[in-house]
């Protein structure tokens, strides 16, 4: 990741609404230790990784390819911050809550 710039995460789930969370914090959020276990919920096997501090709702395109890119201002005070990015999929019939989950990426803005 590039401190001026974008950067870019894809995934492939045609036509499907995904949601791409992006946080800086892995430990907790709103209360919930993390990860926490998205089975609790009827994803069965999912579990949230991340804070979602920045979502970006998406619907991917007919081949599957769906690109978000946050642009990110040139800031000196944004170098050395640590991110984490994870895509939760509504995917029907995986689990009953119809929800698929990647694992986090951890993301470094440097200089």
């Known amino acids: 990741m590039v401190l001026a710039g974008a950067e870019a995460a894809e995934v492939r789930s ?6 791409l969370a992006l946080g800086v914090e892995r ?12 089975g609790l919920l009827g994803a069965t096997g999912c579990e949230l ?3 979602i501090d920045v979502p ?12 978000v890119a946050f642009p990110l201002p040139l800031d000196e005070a944004l170098v050395g911050v640590e991110l ?19 694992q986090a990426i951890g993301l470094h803005i440097a200089r």
């Open 27 to 38: 430990s907790h959020w709103l209360g919930l230790a993390l990860p926490f276990d998205l």
């Open 49 to 51: 990784a991340t804070s």
């Open 56 to 67: 970006s709702a998406q619907v991917a395109d007919p081949q599957g390819l769906l690109g």
């Open 14 to 19: 045609p036509q499907r609404a995904d949601l």
């Open 84 to 102: 984490a990015a994870q895509w939760l999929v509504l995917a029907p019939g995986v689990n009953p809550a119809g929800l698929a989950s990647s």
